[in-house]
C-alpha cells in the first residue's frame, strides 16, 4: 500500500519522494492505492499526515490550482493567520486604518483556499497529534507566511494589504459542526 513519507498539503501535487510503499494486509487495503503510480502527479484532495495511508479518493486529477487563481503569499503572526493549515478554507480581510487610531475591515475574498502555510524557517506548517487526534498548531510552530489561492482580479488588492501587514484570515465554519 502507498502512504505519505512526509506532510502532503491538501492542493499539492504528489511526487515520486512523497511517498512510501509499506505492506499490509490485503482485506485492509480496500479503497487504497497498491502503488505509486496510482498517486503521484495527481493533487492531493486533503491534506495527509506523514505516515497515513492515501486512499484512492484522497487524489485528483489536475494540478492545484484552480484556472483563473494565482498564489498569493501573505506574512501572518498568530492572529493575523487564525492559525490556518493548508487545506483550510477562509475569508480574507484588508485592515484600513485611519488616523486617530480608529480602523474598518474591508473583505477582500470569500471561500478562500489556504495552499501553503508555513513557518518561519520556510517549512510547511504540520498539525500536532494529542491525545485521540489532531489539534491546532501551538504558538510556537504559528505561521509566518501563508499561500492563499485567491482569483486574479483580486490579487492586486491582497498583495497591498499583505505588503502593509494588515491582511487578515478569517476560518469559515466546517459544515456540519
Do not use: C
Not at 511517498?19 to 486533503?46: C, D, F, L, R, Y
Not at 493548508?86 to 480608529?102: H, L, Q, R, S, T
Amino acid at each position: 500500500m502507498v502512504r505519505a513519507a512526509e506532510f502532503i498539503p491538501a492542493g499539492a501535487e504528489i511526487k515520486p519522494e512523497m511517498v512510501e510503499v509499506v505492506s499490509i494486509p490485503a482485506q485492509a487495503a480496500n479503497g487504497m492505492a497498491t502503488s505509486p503510480e496510482e498517486v503521484t502527479g495527481k493533487v492531493a484532495a486533503v491534506s495527509m499526515v506523514k505516515g497515513q495511508y492515501i486512499w484512492k479518493e484522497a487524489v485528483r486529477e489536475g494540478k492545484g490550482l484552480k484556472d483563473g487563481h494565482v498564489v498569493v503569499y501573505v506574512p501572518v503572526d498568530l492572529s493575523s493567520s487564525a492559525a490556518v493549515l493548508a487545506g483550510e478554507v477562509v475569508d480574507v480581510y484588508g485592515i484600513d486604518k485611519a488616523a486617530g487610531g480608529a480602523s474598518t475591515a474591508k473583505l477582500l475574498a470569500q471561500g478562500v483556499r489556504v495552499l501553503h502555510s508555513l513557518n518561519q524557517d520556510g517549512n510547511e506548517v504540520e498539525p500536532v497529534k494529542s491525545g485521540g487526534g489532531l489539534s491546532p498548531v501551538p504558538a510556537s510552530r504559528a505561521p509566518a507566511s501563508v499561500g492563499l489561492e485567491v482569483p486574479k482580479e483580486v490579487a492586486p488588492q491582497v498583495v497591498q494589504y499583505a505588503s502593509a501587514k494588515a491582511a487578515y484570515l478569517a476560518r469559515r465554519a466546517v459544515p456540519g459542526a
